[in-house]
């Protein structure tokens, strides 16, 4: 775990690029997956959402944000980006998935040089995790990405609310590791200037505690790498090794 802050010169190489996109604005949630938004031309139109967090701080009517279009689905479009007083979040978790699969592949994360992808959606117990890697040493890594996209200040932190689903992965991945396997949990903290990941303690607290206790009691690796979204140059990465700081 990287828990030191410290900032040097980062090479932003390009992930995805967007070229079907335009902006919309934010009128209001609808439910989990709907988002009822504004073109600019004063009607008002439904748009899909993947992003299973609150995102209250973010869904604030007025708020530019922007979508793709949507051709197989039922709404005018996907959101996929909304703006915050620091630049852009990027709240799409299938394209956050995607992008770190770009940046495996391109070799855009150091530490997870000589890592092959063998599967995606292992299972670990009752869960279903997002990928099976053999390392470079030929043993097993199974590697679960989170969505990091609540802003404090200049912390990225998950989670916004209570998340059962979250804190079992959790405890599975800290037994898996403490039997001797090899697991990592990888924060994706897709926002715009933030210098660290920590969990939301006012989110779910026992996230927290069990983050801390996975550190004091098992191997399990916990690290955190951030995505820079623009509209105009895509999906590119951060800092692929953005410190870490439970306590």
């Known amino acids: 775990m990287n828990n030191a802050i410290v900032k040097s010169p980062l090479i932003h190489k390009s992930l995805i690029d967007f070229h079907d996109w335009f902006y919309v604005f934010i009128e209001k949630r609808i439910n989990r997956f709907v988002v009822q938004v504004n073109f600019g031309d004063g009607k008002s ?3 899909a959402t993947n992003n299973p967090g609150r995102l209250s701080e973010l869904m604030v009517a007025g708020r530019k944000a922007v979508c793709i279009s949507n051709p197989q689905g039922k709404t005018a479009g996907k959101l996929i980006a909304i703006q ?5 979040a990027f709240i799409d978790t299938f394209f956050q998935m995607r992008a770190f699969e770009m940046a495996v592949q391109k070799k855009c994360i150091p530490w997870l040089e000589g890592y092959t992808l063998l599967k ?3 299972r670990l117990g009752e869960s279903v995790l997002d990928y099976w890697f053999l390392d470079s040493c030929g043993e097993t890594v199974l590697l679960e990405l989170k969505s ?3 802003r404090q200040g200049r912390y990225a932190t998950y989670p916004d609310c209570p998340s059962t689903r979250g804190q079992r992965h959790i405890k599975e991945l800290t037994k898996y590791a403490q039997n001797g396997g090899k697991g990592l949990i990888l924060f994706i903290a897709s926002l715009a200037e933030v210098d660290a990941f920590r969990p939301a303690v006012d989110g779910d ?4 505690r069990l983050l801390r206790l996975a550190v004091d009691t098992s191997p399990l690796e916990i690290r955190a790498l951030s995505l820079l979204y623009d509209p105009e140059s895509g999906l590119k990465m951060g800092n692929h090794d953005l410190p870490v700081i439970i306590q």
């Open 205 to 208: 607290p026992e996230v927290g």
């Open 84 to 88: 915050d007083d620091f630049g852009w």
């Open 45 to 47: 139109r439904q748009v």
């Open 148 to 150: 990091a996209v609540y």
């Open 120 to 122: 995606r959606n292992p």
